[in-house]
């Protein structure tokens, strides 16, 4: 299979994987189909929007103790393909989610975790720590940074 199509494979389970952790959430759940939006999914519980970039990653650092992931979108035209880094679109979402495909599993993260602006490492411990981890009990404390 052409490597193209392994990564768009890759992107569009890691979407579904997204969708279904919110599900089992009971978040409500729209997704986006005309490419052209500026997050993935948009979810919502309890009356709060999360405007959610899903990405997805099967690669390995090159310590071979995490997974990296690339943040960054590309945007093609018949022209030229544009690259946006996350400082580019950070503003136009709330939550990032990662799904590592080796593992089958998601990991959410609030943009404000996130100080890279092209790449991100997650560690094998922080999968770990993070595995079954309600990521809404974060949220007061990022609502409280984004206000000052």
């Known amino acids: 299979m052409p490597t193209w199509k392994k ?3 890759q992107a569009i389970l ?5 969708i279904e952790f ?9 997704k986006q189909y005309t490419g052209k939006e500026s997050a993935d ?8 929007i999360y405007r959610v970039e899903c990405k997805s990653t099967s690669a390995r650092t090159n310590t071979n103790l995490g997974w ?5 979108k590309n945007r093609h035209n ?11 679109w950070k503003h136009n979402i709330d939550l990032l989610s990662v799904y590592i ?5 998601i990991i959410m993260f609030h943009k404000e975790e996130i100080k890279d602006n092209t790449m991100l490492s997650i560690s094998d411990e922080m999968m770990e720590v993070r595995k079954d981890d309600d990521f809404i009990k974060y949220e007061g404390i990022y609502k409280e940074t984004e206000e000052e």
Do not use: S
């Open 101 to 105: 495909e080796p593992k089958d599993q």
């Open 68 to 72: 990296k992931v690339t943040l960054v």
């Open 41 to 48: 999914l948009i979810v919502m519980k309890n009356g709060i």
């Open 78 to 88: 018949t022209k030229t393909t544009r690259v946006y880094k996350f400082e580019d």
């Open 14 to 18: 890691g979407e579904l994987r997204a």
């Open 7 to 9: 990564l768009k494979r």
């Open 22 to 30: 919110f599900i089992h959430r009971d978040f409500e759940v729209y």
